[in-house]
Protein backbone atom coordinates (compact mmCIF):
# COMPACT_ATOMS: atom_id res chain seq x y z
CA UNK A 1 0.00 0.00 0.00
CA UNK A 2 1.94 3.12 -1.45
CA UNK A 3 0.06 5.76 0.26
CA UNK A 4 0.70 9.62 -0.93
CA UNK A 5 3.56 9.07 -3.96
CA UNK A 6 4.71 12.54 -5.13
CA UNK A 7 6.95 12.77 -7.79
CA UNK A 8 9.98 14.07 -8.77
CA UNK A 9 11.98 13.28 -5.09
CA UNK A 10 14.39 16.35 -6.25
CA UNK A 11 14.28 19.20 -8.83
CA UNK A 12 16.50 22.14 -9.40
CA UNK A 13 15.22 24.67 -12.01
CA UNK A 14 15.91 28.33 -12.79
CA UNK A 15 14.27 31.35 -12.59
CA UNK A 16 11.60 31.42 -14.86
CA UNK A 17 11.40 27.72 -15.40
CA UNK A 18 8.29 26.07 -15.12
CA UNK A 19 7.55 22.52 -13.97
CA UNK A 20 4.47 20.25 -12.36
CA UNK A 21 4.67 18.31 -9.38
CA UNK A 22 2.90 15.20 -9.32
CA UNK A 23 0.79 13.79 -6.21
CA UNK A 24 -1.09 10.64 -5.91
CA UNK A 25 -3.12 8.70 -3.44
CA UNK A 26 -4.33 5.28 -3.47
CA UNK A 27 -6.60 5.30 -0.37
CA UNK A 28 -9.80 6.26 -1.99
CA UNK A 29 -9.62 9.80 -0.14
CA UNK A 30 -11.98 12.90 -1.07
CA UNK A 31 -9.71 15.84 -0.17
CA UNK A 32 -6.38 16.42 -1.17
CA UNK A 33 -3.67 19.45 -0.48
CA UNK A 34 -0.25 20.84 -1.25
CA UNK A 35 1.55 22.42 1.36
CA UNK A 36 5.36 23.64 1.71
CA UNK A 37 7.46 23.77 4.51
CA UNK A 38 10.16 26.28 5.08
CA UNK A 39 12.47 26.72 8.24
CA UNK A 40 10.92 28.65 11.19
CA UNK A 41 7.86 28.31 8.53
CA UNK A 42 6.29 25.50 9.80
CA UNK A 43 3.63 24.22 6.81
CA UNK A 44 1.89 26.43 5.21
CA UNK A 45 -0.92 25.83 2.47
CA UNK A 46 -0.97 26.45 -0.97
CA UNK A 47 -3.80 25.15 -2.42
CA UNK A 48 -6.93 22.00 -1.49
CA UNK A 49 -9.50 20.14 -3.30
CA UNK A 50 -12.29 19.22 -1.13
CA UNK A 51 -13.46 16.73 -3.53
CA UNK A 52 -12.67 15.58 -7.72
CA UNK A 53 -13.49 18.79 -9.47
CA UNK A 54 -13.32 21.68 -6.95
CA UNK A 55 -9.98 23.12 -6.01
CA UNK A 56 -9.52 26.35 -3.47
CA UNK A 57 -6.88 28.72 -2.33
CA UNK A 58 -5.13 28.28 0.85
CA UNK A 59 -2.67 30.84 3.06
CA UNK A 60 0.02 31.46 0.14
CA UNK A 61 -1.50 30.58 -3.35
CA UNK A 62 0.29 33.13 -5.86
CA UNK A 63 2.64 32.01 -8.06
CA UNK A 64 0.99 28.52 -8.21
CA UNK A 65 -1.50 26.96 -10.28
CA UNK A 66 -3.14 23.16 -9.28
CA UNK A 67 -4.93 20.66 -11.26
CA UNK A 68 -7.57 17.94 -9.45
CA UNK A 69 -7.21 15.59 -12.47
CA UNK A 70 -9.11 12.47 -10.95
CA UNK A 71 -9.87 11.26 -7.72
CA UNK A 72 -5.95 9.86 -7.32
CA UNK A 73 -3.95 12.90 -8.93
CA UNK A 74 -3.16 16.29 -7.82
CA UNK A 75 -0.57 18.12 -9.19
CA UNK A 76 0.99 21.78 -8.48
CA UNK A 77 2.44 23.77 -11.09
CA UNK A 78 4.75 26.33 -11.06
CA UNK A 79 4.36 28.28 -14.23
CA UNK A 80 7.38 31.05 -13.59
CA UNK A 81 9.48 29.47 -10.48
CA UNK A 82 11.12 32.11 -8.19
CA UNK A 83 13.83 32.04 -5.45
CA UNK A 84 11.54 32.63 -2.88
CA UNK A 85 9.49 28.97 -4.07
CA UNK A 86 12.81 27.22 -2.76
CA UNK A 87 11.05 24.88 -0.26
CA UNK A 88 10.25 21.71 0.46
CA UNK A 89 6.34 20.89 -1.13
CA UNK A 90 4.10 18.03 0.52
CA UNK A 91 1.35 16.29 -0.78
CA UNK A 92 -1.13 15.32 1.26
CA UNK A 93 -4.80 13.50 1.48
CA UNK A 94 -7.90 12.84 4.06
CA UNK A 95 -11.04 10.87 3.45
CA UNK A 96 -12.86 13.98 5.27
CA UNK A 97 -11.65 17.86 5.74
CA UNK A 98 -11.63 17.35 9.26
CA UNK A 99 -9.78 13.80 8.82
CA UNK A 100 -6.11 13.22 9.90
CA UNK A 101 -3.90 13.81 6.75
CA UNK A 102 -1.60 11.31 4.95
CA UNK A 103 1.40 12.98 3.80
CA UNK A 104 3.57 11.82 0.92
CA UNK A 105 7.96 12.06 1.09
CA UNK A 106 8.20 15.24 -0.04
CA UNK A 107 9.65 17.39 -3.37
CA UNK A 108 13.17 19.14 -2.88
CA UNK A 109 12.95 21.88 -5.12
CA UNK A 110 15.83 24.55 -5.31
CA UNK A 111 15.56 27.49 -7.84
CA UNK A 112 18.70 29.28 -8.60
CA UNK B 1 -1.98 36.08 18.91
CA UNK B 2 -1.37 33.04 16.32
CA UNK B 3 -4.16 30.61 16.35
CA UNK B 4 -1.48 27.57 17.29
CA UNK B 5 1.74 28.17 19.29
CA UNK B 6 4.12 25.38 19.66
CA UNK B 7 7.48 25.85 21.30
CA UNK B 8 10.66 25.15 18.61
CA UNK B 9 12.99 23.39 20.67
CA UNK B 10 15.72 22.07 19.99
CA UNK B 11 14.78 19.91 23.35
CA UNK B 12 17.01 17.22 24.39
CA UNK B 13 16.80 14.70 26.88
CA UNK B 14 18.32 11.45 27.97
CA UNK B 15 17.19 7.72 26.89
CA UNK B 16 14.33 6.31 29.54
CA UNK B 17 13.47 9.63 30.05
CA UNK B 18 9.37 11.00 29.66
CA UNK B 19 9.25 14.04 27.32
CA UNK B 20 6.44 16.25 27.11
CA UNK B 21 5.93 18.28 23.99
CA UNK B 22 3.07 20.83 24.45
CA UNK B 23 1.00 23.35 22.31
CA UNK B 24 -1.85 26.47 22.96
CA UNK B 25 -4.14 27.56 20.71
CA UNK B 26 -6.58 30.64 20.52
CA UNK B 27 -9.36 28.98 18.37
CA UNK B 28 -11.79 27.65 21.05
CA UNK B 29 -13.76 25.75 18.24
CA UNK B 30 -10.71 23.17 17.37
CA UNK B 31 -12.26 19.51 18.06
CA UNK B 32 -9.92 17.76 16.49
CA UNK B 33 -6.78 17.38 17.58
CA UNK B 34 -3.20 15.31 15.97
CA UNK B 35 0.15 14.89 16.59
CA UNK B 36 2.38 14.02 13.43
CA UNK B 37 5.95 12.77 13.80
CA UNK B 38 8.42 13.87 11.51
CA UNK B 39 11.59 12.33 10.90
CA UNK B 40 14.47 14.08 8.82
CA UNK B 41 13.68 14.30 5.14
CA UNK B 42 10.46 12.62 5.35
CA UNK B 43 6.80 13.66 5.70
CA UNK B 44 4.85 14.11 8.62
CA UNK B 45 3.56 10.87 9.93
CA UNK B 46 -0.16 10.54 12.04
CA UNK B 47 0.81 9.67 15.83
CA UNK B 48 -2.14 10.57 17.44
CA UNK B 49 -6.05 11.57 16.85
CA UNK B 50 -8.20 12.86 19.62
CA UNK B 51 -11.44 14.51 19.73
CA UNK B 52 -12.49 16.71 22.14
CA UNK B 53 -10.98 16.80 25.88
CA UNK B 54 -9.72 14.14 27.56
CA UNK B 55 -6.67 11.60 27.24
CA UNK B 56 -5.30 8.93 24.92
CA UNK B 57 -2.87 6.45 24.95
CA UNK B 58 -0.97 4.57 22.57
CA UNK B 59 1.94 2.11 23.57
CA UNK B 60 4.61 4.68 24.84
CA UNK B 61 2.51 7.48 23.60
CA UNK B 62 -0.56 10.10 25.63
CA UNK B 63 -2.30 12.65 24.10
CA UNK B 64 -3.88 15.11 26.38
CA UNK B 65 -6.08 17.82 25.66
CA UNK B 66 -7.06 20.41 27.71
CA UNK B 67 -9.85 22.67 26.12
CA UNK B 68 -10.76 24.76 29.20
CA UNK B 69 -7.00 25.57 28.80
CA UNK B 70 -6.99 25.63 25.72
CA UNK B 71 -4.02 23.49 25.49
CA UNK B 72 -2.56 19.82 24.54
CA UNK B 73 0.24 17.76 25.35
CA UNK B 74 2.04 14.96 23.66
CA UNK B 75 4.22 12.43 26.46
CA UNK B 76 6.58 10.10 25.55
CA UNK B 77 7.34 7.55 27.97
CA UNK B 78 10.54 5.04 28.21
CA UNK B 79 12.22 7.67 25.46
CA UNK B 80 14.60 6.03 22.37
CA UNK B 81 16.77 7.68 20.57
CA UNK B 82 14.63 6.33 17.53
CA UNK B 83 12.08 8.45 18.79
CA UNK B 84 13.87 11.98 18.26
CA UNK B 85 12.26 13.69 15.27
CA UNK B 86 10.34 17.19 15.06
CA UNK B 87 6.79 16.78 16.45
CA UNK B 88 3.68 18.74 14.54
CA UNK B 89 0.65 19.42 16.97
CA UNK B 90 -2.29 19.68 14.74
CA UNK B 91 -5.74 21.28 14.76
CA UNK B 92 -9.80 22.02 13.45
CA UNK B 93 -13.01 22.40 13.99
CA UNK B 94 -15.56 20.36 11.64
CA UNK B 95 -15.62 22.80 8.73
CA UNK B 96 -12.57 24.57 8.63
CA UNK B 97 -8.64 23.38 7.12
CA UNK B 98 -6.09 22.21 9.42
CA UNK B 99 -3.99 24.35 11.23
CA UNK B 100 -0.59 22.80 11.85
CA UNK B 101 2.02 24.30 15.06
CA UNK B 102 5.68 24.64 13.46
CA UNK B 103 6.99 21.91 15.64
CA UNK B 104 9.35 20.88 18.02
CA UNK B 105 12.55 19.36 17.53
CA UNK B 106 13.22 16.43 20.00
CA UNK B 107 17.25 15.26 20.50
CA UNK B 108 16.95 11.75 22.68
CA UNK B 109 20.32 11.22 23.74
CA UNK B 110 21.87 7.85 23.84
Known amino acids: NAGVTQTPKFQVLKTGQSMTLQCAQDMNHNSMYWYRQDPGMGLRLIYYSASEGTTDKGEVPNGYNVSRLNKREFSLRLESAAPSQTSVYFC???????????FGNGTRLTVT | QKEVEQDPGPLSVPEGAIVSLNCTYSNSAFQYFMWYRQYSRKGPELLMYTYSSGNKEDGRFTAQVDKSSKYISLFIRDSQPSDSATYLCAMTNRDDKIIFGKGTRLHILP
Open chain 1, 92 to 102: ASSGTRDSPLH
